[in-house]
Each structure stands twice: as structure tokens, then as C-alpha cells.
């Protein structure tokens, strides 16, 4: 099995405008799967932060595929919908860390 084949939306790579929050629009890829790093940038998070949820186990569902992390945009699109409280909450706390 090829991963580009994988990863790959069927039907072509058209890409959509999707609000997840209401607060902004994103352009939904045409892929079915994201690597961490496209994730990250998908739900407006760095890879570290992604990275930080997984080990705590309150990230998005992932898939690993020989060793590489691949993310659902379907199950990225759940998770912050379901999360999104706790993901400001997170995303504040961690700036006003930062701020100290």
C-alpha cells in the first residue's frame, strides 16, 4: 500500500472553506489524513502542543502508519468541536505562562 494513496482524498484535490469555531475559516484539505505537522496547522496548534496532548492521551484520535502519525481530518474536525472549551482553557494557560 502506497501512503500517498492512502492519504489522498478520493475525487480529486478540490479543497473547501470550513468553519470549526465560528471564529474563523479554514481551508479544509483535500486530504483524507494529515501528518502532525499539517494537523497542527489544521487546528491551529504547533506540533509540540499536538505532541503534548497525545502523552497526556487528551489529543484528537490518531493512526500511526509505519512509525509516521496521521490524523483524520474527519476526527480533527470532532475533536475541536467536542474540545473546544478545553482547548481555550489550554491555549490560555499556556500564554499566560508564556507571559510570566
Not at 26 to 48: C, F, M, Q, S, W
Not at 55 to 67: D, W
Not at 74 to 82: C, N, T, Y
Request: charged share 25%; proline share 4%; with cysteine.
Amino acid at each position: 500500500m502506497r501512503l500517498m494513496g492512502f492519504c489522498a482524498a478520493p475525487g480529486g484535490s478540490e479543497s473547501t472553506s470550513v468553519r470549526l469555531d465560528g471564529s474563523r475559516a479554514i481551508e479544509k484539505p483535500a486530504r483524507r489524513y494529515l501528518t502532525a505537522a499539517d494537523a497542527a496547522e489544521y487546528v491551529g496548534h504547533t506540533p509540540n502542543t499536538l505532541a503534548n496532548y497525545r502523552s497526556c492521551r487528551i489529543g484528537a484520535p490518531l493512526r500511526r502508519v509505519r512509525g509516521r502519525v496521521l490524523y483524520a481530518v474527519a476526527d480533527l474536525d470532532e475533536w475541536v468541536r467536542a474540545n473546544s472549551t478545553l482547548i481555550q482553557a489550554l491555549t490560555s494557560a499556556a500564554e499566560a505562562a508564556r507571559d510570566r
